[in-house]
């Protein structure tokens, strides 16, 4: 697996920050994953997530929204619209150097994110959604009493999210008001997967549940028993992880059946995803082979040395194997 470095501008220009999670073979298809209200890129959650999809042969792009992490901007000048204006630069950045996204993942408001953006990326195939309101006005409850009363008055104020300090504006309560994500899911033109914590204390499961009834099929919903919010115990997003990359099997392109070699053939050719990553191809098995992260490879498999020992640990114990089994006749 290969992870790459990536900035693109975003709906202001600002340059953001993102990390482009490969597989280690050709990417089948790609993912783009929108993180969770004032969170970024490197939560656990998008990193599960990312790793499961990469084994399945799915490319994941991750980024920081406007204003926030390690990307360009004024999080203050950002609101609802502006996240989806990012998604849809983030798919253009894709669709220019890669391939457009079939899948879109979003975790909280950036599950509110994706339904609205997908329908402005016509590659998309299939949408997720984790713990995600069903209107993006909810997420104002977390900004508290004081703080909306202020901005009644204020054009921006201080509040603390998490333990950090932002500046928010009384634009960005207005754009929540402004956005009608209901008719958004109704007229949803792919494959849906709600997945949502019952015991959710940030964002409760009802509004799991008006998401997956106004949707049309298909659609699918999966309750993460146990799960916090930010799914931070590591089973709980692990879980979430396997299951998607289940999930969107079958809206995927499919693959070509691969070749089988005639028997004591073999052909290997570089992946195109890392530096020193080959794809190995012995009779029907296929194999990985590359270089340790220490001088430059991916380390998504055995080195051309380790494959030498395990030929002949495996020819010894064979061998070995052989001759017990011939005494074990006489």
């Known amino acids: 697996m290969g992870a790459q470095r990536v ?3 975003g709906y202001d220009g600002s340059l953001l920050a993102a990390r482009l999670d490969l597989p280690p073979t ?16 490197d939560v656990l959650a998008a990193s599960r997530i990312s790793a ?8 994941v792009l991750r980024f920081d929204f406007t204003g926030l992490g390690l990307s360009e901007g004024e999080f203050a000048n950002t609101n609802f619209s502006s996240n989806v204006a990012d998604l849809l630069k983030a798919a253009d950045f894709l669709r220019e150097n890669h391939q457009a996204p079939t899948l879109l993942i979003g975790h909280s408001l950036g599950g509110a994110a994706v339904l609205s953006a997908a329908h402005d990326i016509a590659e998309v195939r299939a949408v997720v959604t984790l713990g995600a309101p069903s209107e993006p006005l909810h997420v104002a409850r977390q900004l508290g009493d004081d703080t909306l009363a202020k901005l009644d008055t204020e054009r921006e104020v201080g509040v603390s999210l998490a333990g950090r300090p932002f500046r928010i504006q009384r634009q960005f309560l207005d754009d929540l008001k402004a956005q009608r994500l209901h008719e958004r899911i109704t007229s949803l033109g792919c494959a849906l997967l709600v997945m949502h914590a019952p015991l959710d204390q940030v964002v409760d499961i009802d509004q799991a549940r008006r998401i997956f009834e106004a949707a049309r099929h298909p659609k699918s919903f999966v309750a993460l028993d146990g799960a916090n919010h930010l799914l931070t115990g590591r089973a709980h997003a692990a879980y979430a992880a396997s299951v998607i990359a289940a999930w969107v099997t079958p809206y995927l392109p499919e693959q070509a059946p691969p070749s089988v070699l005639a028997a004591g053939q073999v052909r290997v050719t570089e ?3 890392g530096r020193y990553t080959q794809l190995v191809q012995a009779g029907r098995h296929h194999l990985l082979a590359d270089e340790p992260t220490s001088v430059g490879g991916n380390d998504a498999g055995p080195g051309p ?22 005494h074990q006749q006489i």
């Open 26 to 41: 050709p990417p089948r298809a790609y993912a783009l994953f929108a993180h969770c209200f004032t969170c970024g890129k």
């Open 52 to 59: 499961a999809l990469n084994a399945q042969g799915i490319a």
């Open 305 to 326: 040395f380790d494959y030498l020992l395990a030929a002949l640990g495996t020819c010894t114990t064979m061998t070995l194997r052989m001759v017990a089994g011939s």
């Open 7 to 9: 900035e693109f501008p």
């Open 271 to 273: 992946s195109g995803t």
